[in-house]
């Protein structure tokens, strides 16, 4: 990564099912301006970024009168494209990140690798179908999608938990603090991390 660099990017998606722009700043202070049509996730995306202090713009709309299911996952692609773009190579950051949050009963553990290896280990269990109008599954739909774009290796595990909200919304926390860990600055680095000198 050049010296100076603005850890800034953009990304515009748009198919028949869905039309979205998204713009990412990773060394922001968490503010957001966030319309996906999916009100769920414009609440879940607004912990992300506000717990990973990232300044995160989206503008989304799509096929909600079928399903959430093409916004939730489009949404996995293009903030998976956006740290993509705003990393570059992955050079000279952390490249790793954890991090473990509780929210009242719930215990949820984030592990991250900017590995170029995409793989998702989805650790949850949730007996709620539906939280309001979401369905819960298309969680597992957009962190998959985020991990593919991101070229991300991305574990997340729920140690304890019961209130279906509550486990969402600590996933949501919990991401964000792992990659702004794995994707802060190493001032010790001028590449990527790795003993082969690339990802």
Not at 9 to 25: C, F, M, N, P
Not at 95 to 119: H, I, K, W
Not at 132 to 150: C, K, Y
Not at 151 to 160: A, K, M, S
Request: aromatic share 8%.
């Amino acid at each position: 990564m050049k010296a100076g660099r603005t850890r800034k990017s953009a990304v515009k998606r748009q198919t028949r099912e869905t039309d979205i722009r998204l713009a990412l700043h990773l060394d922001g202070r968490g503010q957001t301006e966030i319309e996906t049509g999916v009100p769920f996730m414009d609440h879940m995306l607004t912990l992300f970024a506000v717990h990973g202090f990232f300044d995160l713009t989206i503008k989304a709309s799509g096929d909600t009168e079928v399903d959430d299911h093409h916004t939730v996952e489009d949404l996995g692609i293009c903030l998976g494209q956006a740290f993509k773009e705003a990393l570059g190579n992955f050079g000279a950051i952390k490249r790793y990140g954890l991090a473990a949050v509780p929210m009242d009963e719930t215990l949820v553990r984030a592990t991250c690798d900017f590995s170029n290896r995409p793989y998702l280990y989805y650790g949850v269990r949730i007996s709620d179908q539906k939280v309001g109008r979401f369905d819960t599954a298309l969680v597992q739909e957009f962190l998959r999608a985020l991990s593919l774009h991101g070229g991300l290796t991305l574990h997340i595990e729920v140690v304890h938990g019961e209130n279906t909200h509550h486990i969402l919304e600590a996933i949501f926390k919990a991401l964000g603090r792992c990659l702004d860990q794995a994707s802060s600055i190493e001032p010790r680095l001028s590449g990527p991390l790795s003993s082969k000198g690339s990802l």
